[in-house]
């Protein structure tokens, strides 16, 4: 069992940054695939970035070069770096984790960001 909980999401004027982090327990943390993936009113759920646990990194077109994941397994906690931020971003971000041993896969609870002037 694996549990998530992020942090980080607000209220940011466009062009503004956020950093969200996703903070897991209850597993090595370093055997599991990360990701972010966000759901905007009326929309669906969507991946935004995921990191492996090598490190590997992949974007949603909309965020890249605008948004970085990246990962600490010394403190079982991966972190979504948001710069530019534009009013389409706001949504509901999610952190999303794959224990690798299993493929069982575990939600964070959400953290709302919104960006608006």
């Known amino acids: 069992q694996v549990q998530l909980v992020e942090s980080g999401g607000g209220l940011v004027q466009p062009g503004g940054s956020l950093r969200l982090s996703c903070a897991a327990s209850?597993?090595?943390?370093?055997?599991?695939?990360m990701s972010w993936y966000r759901q905007a009113p009326g929309k669906q759920r969507e991946l935004v970035a995921g990191?492996?646990?090598?490190?590997?990194?992949n974007y949603a077109d909309s965020v890249k070069g605008r948004f970085t994941i990246s990962r600490d397994n010394a403190k079982n906690t991966v972190y979504l770096q948001m710069n530019s931020l534009k009013p389409e971003d706001t949504a509901v971000y999610y952190c999303?984790?794959?224990?690798?041993?299993?493929?069982?896969?575990?939600w964070g609870q959400g953290t709302q960001v919104t960006v608006s002037s």
């Open positions: 999303k984790g794959v224990v690798l041993s299993s493929w069982n896969s575990y």
């Open positions: 209850g597993s090595r943390f370093s055997i599991i695939n």
């Open positions: 990191i492996t646990s090598s490190g590997t990194t």
